[in-house]
């Protein structure tokens, strides 16, 4: 007999999660196309399918994505906002993309909310990938390396506090708490760059004063109403290599909703650098020491 694979869509962006992603799927007997965005720098094996994607005629993508009788489509990857040359739109995209246009100088929130609008309208059903690959987000628990007391679990409970006020403001992802400040955001630029700016302060500071200053944690999680569907938060083992040279203590994420690339890896850094890595409800908090 038989088996016939089931069939995805792979909407890809740029970064390790996109090519995680596509190789398990693939493993996992999945029958894929990727559709590769105009941003996307990932590189796709010869022997799969693929349509490289451009926004200005994207009637055309899911024409093509229908003609191959694909109903789920899942988002993976980092995804820059869309640079559209109006000029060059066809007049089946400027029907799909009139809801778009009118809010690209918007909240992430806003301008995602509307593609899922687009694919929902073109019945295609949208697909979280940490359900297809559960192994990519945390249960609640305690994963880190160093013990967390309750000095450090109230620390964390005053810092998902605060979190949870910026998270309301859609400009990011991301903060580094400590004693109760908050020392940096993430906005646009990424979490990444966030902590950067903290070693970089840090070693100002180190020069100037000849004191060593470390401590703080990273908190990441989501925002009210984010779309988890297309925008889901991630770290990989470089936000890890980042936070030990911030001179961090440790990470703190929301359960279930922030993906984890090379998970495997991660646990590893963890280990070498003695952090502690926290995972917990954000609103309903269940952090235990």
Known sequence: ??????????????????????????????ETTIVRLPCSKVKIKKNLDRIDLKYEEINETFSLLKQRQINDIALIGYMERPEIDFSKVNYGSQILLSN?????????????????????????????????LPQLTLDSGIYGFT????????????????????????????????????????????????????INFRKRNNKRSKKIISGGILIKGSKPEQVLDIDTPVIGPRTIKLAKNA????????????????????????QEYNMFLASGKFVDKDFKC
Do not use: W
């Open 100 to 132: 778009v246009f009118s809010i690209l100088n918007k909240g992430d929130g806003e301008i995602f909310s509307a593609v899922k609008q687009i694919f929902v309208d073109q019945e295609f059903t949208l697909v979280k990938v940490q359900d297809l």
């Open 1 to 30: 007999m038989v088996i016939k694979k089931k069939k995805i869509g792979l909407i890809v962006g740029s970064g390790e999660l996109a090519t995680y992603c596509m190789e398990h799927l693939v493993l996992l007997g999945y």
């Open 247 to 270: 001179k961090l203590n440790g990470l703190v994420i929301e359960s279930n909703k922030v993906i984890l690339v090379n998970r495997d890896l991660i646990m590893d850094t963890l």
């Open 147 to 198: 013990p967390i007391g309750e000095k450090v679990l109230k620390e964390i409970e005053e810092g998902v506090k605060i979190f949870l006020k910026y998270a309301k403001l859609d400009i990011g992802q991301s903060l580094i708490f400590q004693h109760g400040h908050c020392l940096g955001l993430e906005t646009i630029t990424g979490t990444d760059e966030m902590i950067r700016a903290i």
